[in-house]
Nanobody, 125 residues
Framework: QVQLVESGGGLVQAGGSLRLSCAASVPTFSRYAMGWFRQAPGKEREFVATISWSGGSTSYRDSVKGRFTISRDNAKNTMYLQMNSLKPEDTAVYYC??????????????????WGQGTQVTVSS
């Protein structure tokens, strides 16, 4: 069983930055690919970014490319999402997810095994 805990969400003005963290309670963290998803009010959950088990490969949805950066520290069992130049349309609950495996990329919800509870990100205009 993998437990994932997100943190770092909050309220920020448009153009601002936030850094989300996802702490995993599994000693074999480096055997998992990781991803970030988000769900805005009234919308379905959507893929944001994913990172391979080693951190050597990353993939993003088009709307966040150049603004968001996904990274991980396997020694700390933690994944991050640095979000810059935030826009009101980035407002959502952000979820981290884990997928045991060495493939890449994993961009579909059904591919992931474990999910965190989510952290709210609100961007005001």
């Amino acid at each position: 069983q993998v437990q994932l805990v997100e943190s770092g969400g909050g309220l920020v003005q448009a153009g601002g930055s936030l850094r989300l963290s996802c702490a995993a309670s599994v000693p074999t963290f480096s055997r998992y690919a990781m991803g970030w998803f988000r769900q805005a009010p009234g919308k379905e959950r959507e893929f944001v970014a994913t990172i391979s088990w080693s951190g050597g490969s990353t993939s993003y949805r088009d709307s966040v490319k150049g603004r968001f950066t996904i990274s991980r520290d396997n020694a700390k069992n933690t994944m991050y999402l640095q979000m810059n130049s935030l826009k009101p349309e980035d407002t959502a609950v952000y979820y981290c997810a884990s997928k045991r495996g060495f493939g890449f990329p994993y961009v579909q919800e059904y591919e992931y095994d474990y999910w965190g509870q989510g952290t709210q990100v609100t961007v005001s205009s």
